[in-house]
């Protein structure tokens, strides 16, 4: 399927009426639904990092010195487990899921970046020809990991091995999978979603799915896709 054409059919469709327990009514964002499943939705094929051992991370833009390091480097980082819900743009929700990784402050400081004080946001590059933008701000909070795993397990390739970013608060295209490259910037600048007509931040709770309030989400989007 075209991409633009994805994302005009994406902008037409209706709206659907979403249904939860009114014990979970508070965890539920406006025109989300509710699944215990984990669908699975990328754009282009899956990369194949195989073990990880080839895979690399380059660190750039406004810091004092570039770096790249590999998997090894990031997973000897001190780690945590995050258990948040999370809630795609294409109207899913899933409560309670269980991450592994570094999170993003602590990984700033175990890999000794000297973040220059004029950055403000931050452009996530990621496998295949993807990257998405976050303000600085809201990748230092307490939840946000850059996971190498999932429910104890390693990520499997087609949630985002060997390294995604999870960001619980936004809508989930900004978690993107097969990181490869994290950008420092001064000004925000649109990524790959953003560019066809997503919001510039993506607030769930504020429904915040795109630039422009005209356009709408279908219901059915995230149920013809693959899943766990």
Known sequence: MDKMDKAERIRRARIPAPGVSPEQAHRLPP?????????????GEVPDYG???????????????????????????????????IHCVTRWSKFDTEWEGVRFRDFIA?????VRPEARYVMIHADPNYETNVPLE??????????????????????????????PHLYFWKSAKWVRGIEFMKE?????????????????????????DSYEMPEDEWMQCDYD
């Open 110 to 114: 175990a890999a000794g970046i000297r």
């Open 51 to 85: 073990d990880g051992s080839a895979w690399s991370l380059r660190v750039f833009g406004l810091v004092d010195e570039e770096k790249t390091l590999s998997l090894g480097d990031v997973m000897k980082m001190p780690w945590t487990t995050v258990v948040c819900d």
């Open 188 to 212: 925000d600048r649109p990524g790959y979603w953003e560019r066809l007509g997503y919001h510039h931040y993506g607030d769930p709770f504020r429904e915040q799915r795109f630039s422009d």
């Open 138 to 167: 809201d990748l230092m909070r307490d939840d946000v990991l850059l996971a190498w795993g999932y429910g104890g397990k390693p990520l499997t390739p087609k949630h985002g091995w060997p390294l995604r970013l999870v960001v």
């Open 31 to 43: 025109g989300q639904t509710l699944t215990e499943r984990f669908p699975i939705l990328h754009m």
